[in-house]
């Protein structure tokens, strides 16, 4: 087993997290609440109403479970690359199996992320302001622990899990799509006479497969943070997955589900870009020693 993917994976998850998140608050915001009409209202009415605090809010425990989701996207996306090389006899991977192993990697973290994913979407749609005044809504969250809490006390574990249908039709596609640019840029990158890509080659890459990604995966990440945020402060609008489909472009028209791909897009590039080129770096550290970081592995081996 690929231990080292795992422990790099979440090295690089981290990292991702903390250069993407102020924009996924924006994102998320756009989403689910419509006083926002667009990136840049949303940003300065954030920051005018919340300040730099506000970007970050629920960071934490994101923090914490997306460095163990990216650990089992990585570390099973190379173990799956393995078995499927081995069951032929060891033979190089096709581009099939990179497919195939990045749709097992994005299905196999869903139970670790939607915890975390759900606090932070809760999270980052609570507008209210930390600041004192007699005027100031009461905050219906304290923090990640609090909100965790308190969901489990009013909805049951159950309510941990609310969106996971969508959350697993976005992430499945999108990190078999994911992965599958990853290696097949690489492929590109490299010249006739190298077997591996150079680092500008890597974070180019790397950042082009995250907008791919988010590419497909931007009309579920819509109705993902829908359902996980209906109800929190008002009646319920939404029966169920298909409900919300259904309503949603009933109300709001079919152009909705692309309505923060934009954002996604910006956000994905140098998110990614450094996701992979940590990942890559830490891994040929703790496969080869100093020796084995230049230059980066591909996805075929």
Known sequence: ??????VSGSFAGACGVAVGYPLDTVKVRIQTQKQFTGVWQCAAATFSKEGVHGFFKGMSLPLTTITMTSSVV????RNCLQCLSQSRGACPNTKLDVFVSGLAAGIAQISVMSPGDIVKVRLQCQTESKRKGANMPKLKYNGPVHCLLSII????FKGLYRGVLPLMLRDGPSYATYFLTYTTICEWLTDSSKKRPDWGGVMLAGGLAGMVGWTIGTPMDVIKARLQMDGTRETRRYKGFYHCITETVRVEGAGV?????????????????VVFLTYE?????????????????????
């Open 153 to 156: 006390k009013e909805e049951g």
């Open 1 to 6: 087993m690929h231990i080292a993917d795992f």
């Open 74 to 77: 990585f570390g099973t996306y």
């Open 281 to 301: 770096v830490l891994t040929g550290l703790l496969k080869d020693g100093p020796g084995g970081v230049d230059p980066p592995r591909i996805g075929f081996e």
């Open 257 to 273: 589900f692309f309505r923060s791909l934009g954002i996604n897009c910006l956000r994905a590039f140098p998110v990614n870009m």
